[in-house]
């Protein structure tokens, strides 16, 4: 399968992503996902981390990406991040098999919700599926 997310159309304009994990290897998957499209990946470890972030540069991010299994604070995370940013477009990724977390996941504001184990171009389609539906590029 090839994704179909593609660079910003303007050499000026850059995506800038919001990656909330402590999971090393899904760093990974992302940075592969998002290799060579013009994104600039700004990762949190902590959920105060994240929320320094969004305050600060929430009408310039043009995504979210959240890694969490069915604890609280992910959930909070998102909920919180939602209420401030009612516009920003976030992808979840739940533990295999997690339909608890998905389904909070939605309930607190996430546009896709996609279960480990995943892979570089399944992000990347669904990052290019939530650009589709509301196109925000920000400005390097």
């Known amino acids: 399968m090839k994704s179909r997310l593609a660079p910003p159309p303007h050499p000026r304009l850059a ?17 592969q996902a998002l290799w060579d499209t013009g994104t600039v990946l700004l990762i949190a470890q902590t959920a105060e981390e994240a929320l320094q972030i969004v305050c600060r540069r929430k009408r310039e991010l043009d995504v979210a990406i959240m890694a969490f299994n069915e604890d609280c604070r992910g959930i909070t995370l998102l909920g919180a991040i939602h209420g401030c940013c009612k516009q920003l477009p976030t992808v979840v ?13 939605y309930a607190n504001g996430a546009r896709f919700c996609l279960s480990k184990p995943v892979s570089p171009v399944q992000l990347a389609n669904a990052i290019a599926d939530l650009e589709l539906a509301a196109p925000q590029l920000a400005v390097a």
């Open 15 to 31: 995506r800038l992503v919001l990656l909330y994990t402590r999971d090393e290897d899904f760093k990974t998957v992302v940075r």
């Open 93 to 105: 990724v739940v533990d295999k098999d997690s339909e608890q977390a998905r389904a909070l996941a």
